[in-house]
């Protein structure tokens, strides 16, 4: 808690929240690009089966 008081002081809750909206818009991209590969392989695995 006091580093994340400390930040907040530092560069105000304005950009903090911002950083934390950038962040979890980025590990969400990159859950999704991970799905996305992960169905590519299935469909790809399937489709050399039949």
């Known amino acids: ?5 400390r ?3 530092i560069i ?3 950009k ?3 950083y934390f ?3 979890i818009l980025l590990l969400f991209l ?3 690009e ?3 590969k992960w169905v590519q392989n299935v ?7 039949a």
């Open 1 to 5: 808690a006091y580093n994340l008081k």
């Open 7 to 9: 930040v907040i002081n």
């Open 12 to 14: 105000g809750t304005e």
């Open 16 to 18: 903090l929240t911002e």
């Open 21 to 23: 909206k950038a962040r």
């Open 30 to 32: 990159s859950i999704t």
């Open 34 to 36: 991970n799905k996305q």
């Open 43 to 49: 469909i790809l695995s399937c489709s050399s089966v």
